[in-house]
């Protein structure tokens, strides 16, 4: 009896065991089939939402501290009194097709720089619109633009844009103390929010940190007694002479790659005026001629522009001066070539502590690394070589 009673449990427990894996197998398929479901479901709703960011709209920061609503879509871009952004933002994009509006003077260095070439697109922009730092906004409407940037500098006109309907973005070129490192790293910055599908922050500011702590690196130990002294021609023509203070980009330049600038002692803001008088006194040992003028080394040393002699002036007796370079914009200024820019000046400066350094090939590096662009060797090096019509306009 015993024994039949074990033989009935054993199968009764195997039956129970057997119904148990069918069970098993079953909830698998199910939850299977659920999760195959939550998946679909998960998908629709992320294509929804992408559908709805598309059409939608985002808050955004600008260098005012004032909130602006963007539209994710942005297909049109116009630019106001920010020379050197529509050249950020082409190689930004890696496309000028969205520009459609800049000043006349950021066409100028379009047409005879690096960009028109590589953009040709940038070339079909239209410029009708601003009269000089001002925005005509019936003009601009004709242009139906999704975003509207201009210069932090000018806070009536944003509210001018505002209130007009364009969504409107400042931008400043003087928040960071004229730091073009720094300056060009907050526009990527506030760009890659503006554009969040196109985000370039870290590797900008990562490219453009290694070059700036690498110079440095280099000069930090020059005596004071020994460091070059730098003279930055911002314009000149028959009439007129400008140079940079301690407030304005050349400054930067000058403390960056461990050199003086001669008009330190100038406080004003921006570009200011000066005569040859001060610089006979400052006698500067380099001198860098920006392309906001159609100077070119030669006028100096040949004395072909005004009543102006410069003979006496051991920059010129020395033959160290240089035009600056003009590759997507005007150098001097913040932009999208700012740390090769940094590497021209240290390089010129103190060519000793820098001859290892290929400019052609850093250009290359940099242009590839940091945008995806391919550069030729001819194209890299006409950045170092401007004509003078880019200092036209102005």
Known sequence: MKRLLCIILTGVMVLASVGCGS????????????????ETKAEETEAEATEETKTGTHVIVDHLGIEVEVPYEV???????????????????????????MSPNSMSAAENGLLGELYPDILKAETGYMNGTDINLEELMKLEPDIVL???????????????????VALSVNKWEYNAIETLNQWIGL?????PDNDKTEVVAKHSDEIYNMVQERVADIPEEERERVFFLFKYSDTDMETSGSKFFGQFWADAVGAVNV???????NQVAANMEQVYKWNPTIIFITNFTAAQPDDLYNNTIGNYDWSAVDAVKNQKVYKMPLGMYRSYTP????PVTLLWFAKNTYPELFEDIDMIQETKDYYKEVFGVELTDDQASAIFEPNAEAGSGF
């Not at 079953?26 to 089939?33: A, C, G, I």
């Not at 760009?191 to 554009?195: G, Q, R, Y």
């Not at 008009?263 to 803001?269: L, N, P, R, S, V």
């Open 23 to 38: 069970k098993t197998k079953e909830q698998k398929s199910v939850e299977t089939t659920a999760a195959e479901t939550e």
């Open 263 to 269: 008009a330190e002692e100038i406080t004003t803001d």
């Open 150 to 168: 201009y210069s932090a500098s000018q806070p009536e006109q944003g509210e001018q844009l505002r209130n007009a309907g364009f969504a409107a």
């Open 335 to 338: 932009g999208a070539d700012t």
């Open 75 to 101: 297909n049109r871009i116009a630019v106001g009194n920010i020379l050197p952004l529509p050249s950020v933002l082409t190689v930004f994009f890696d496309s000028a097709e969205k520009i459609v509006g």
């Open 191 to 195: 760009l890659s929010e503006i554009f």
